[in-house]
């Protein structure tokens, strides 16, 4: 049983930063694959990046070389990295636990509450 909190979003300006974190509770964290989607409003949910448990990465095309997905299993916590941000990049962000990740391929089993991005142009 794994259960995900996010935290670190917020309002910034275009070309700004931020850091998502999602803390994990639960004993079998690491077994996961982890991945963070996001969902503008009247779009689907898309993901962003994944990264495996062996911490291999893998990046939509429209974040590649902006965002950075990491993981610290000791401390059960998630972490997406977002730079140069842009008002495309404005959606609702979660973080997700997958028991398969291929790519940016993933089967889901736990999904975080969300914690809202907004970037102002």
């Known amino acids: 049983q794994v259960q995900l909190v996010e935290s670190g979003g917020g309002s910034v300006q275009a070309g700004g930063s931020l850091r998502l974190s999602c803390a994990a509770s639960?004993?079998?964290?690491?077994?996961?694959?982890m991945g963070w989607f996001r969902q503008a409003p009247r779009k689907e949910r898309e993901v962003v990046a994944v990264?495996?448990?062996?911490?291999?990465?893998s990046y939509a095309d429209s974040v590649k070389g902006r965002f950075t997905i990491s993981r610290d299993n000791a401390k059960n916590t998630l972490y997406l990295q977002m730079n140069s941000l842009k008002p495309e990049d404005t959606a609702m962000y979660y973080c997700?636990?997958?028991?398969?990740?291929?790519?940016?391929?993933?089967?889901?089993?736990?999904w975080g509450q969300g914690t809202q991005v907004t970037v102002s142009s």
């Open positions: 990264i495996g448990t062996d911490g291999s990465t």
């Open positions: 997700a636990a997958a028991s398969f990740c291929y790519g940016l391929v993933t089967r889901v089993g736990y």
């Open positions: 639960g004993y079998t964290y690491s077994r996961y694959c």
